[in-house]
């Protein structure tokens, strides 16, 4: 991995570059995550493109065994201020898309931490990291990424698991929905797939005797997927052009999902000769919003 960085304090502007491969085997592992064929093929076949968020599954962290914290994440001394507040949560993302990533590209991700700002929040100290992730295949810009991270602190709650929450039924309103129940398999796969070591989406015991969880919570990079996935299922043919979401509520192993989608206002996120936007969600149990979302898009 080849790293810059720059910038001081609180107002820290860090850079780090990491180049990857659009490898073939991560493509085909997700395809059959989300449990329908999604080969490319082998490079120098005819090109297919890679599903727009297969970027998630590249620039696997590199972090020694060594330099983990107690939850699986590395330790993150260099955001002085995040230190003391170990819980982690991918709370949202917003990407644009500029061009298609193919099998065999050679993959560079430019990353800037564009803000830190802690927060006092209900439930104690928070901080929100905004990073920018520009990624590039074969030297073009492909995507560029807005990550929101929060931070907060450690709740010593114990508790035991308990079984998945009663399903609700499919919400009204919206134009297509599609279910999904993510299972202990779905999250190590997951996990596997991005080489994410958050133990809090495989070991039960952690999840509920440490962070207080009451089972293994779903990745929210994961419902996300699930969630582009179902609206390409409802539009095929259809080329994303932004796509953003923002998790509001965890969810957890073997809970029933509504992904739904209906038209928005074009002005939500359209742009570049979009075809059309739609409203995305994660509806949960007791049919709690669990993600919201958008996506911007142009026909085939």
Known sequence: MDEQRSGDA????????????????????????????MDPGPEGAPATPLFPLDHWLRFAPSTPMSELGADGHPRREGLRAASGLPRRMWAGSSIEFHRP????????????????????????RLCFVTLRHEVSADGGLALVERQTLVYREAEEKATTASGPRPDAPPPEGWEWSRQVRPGEVALFRYSALTFNAHRIHYDLAYATGVEGYPGLVVHGPLMATLLLDAFLRAHPGAAPLSFSFTARSPVFANELLHLCGRPAARGKTAGREASGVQELAVVGPGGRTIVTGHVAYRDA
């Open 10 to 37: 609180e107002g820290t502007s860090r850079i780090e570059t990491v180049v990857d491969v659009a490898t073939r085997s991560a493509a085909v592992g997700l395809g059959a995550l989300l449990d329908r064929p």
């Open 101 to 124: 990533v193919f099998v065999g590209q050679a993959l560079t991700r430019v990353t800037t931490t564009e803000s830190i700002v802690p927060k006092q929040g209900s439930t104690g």
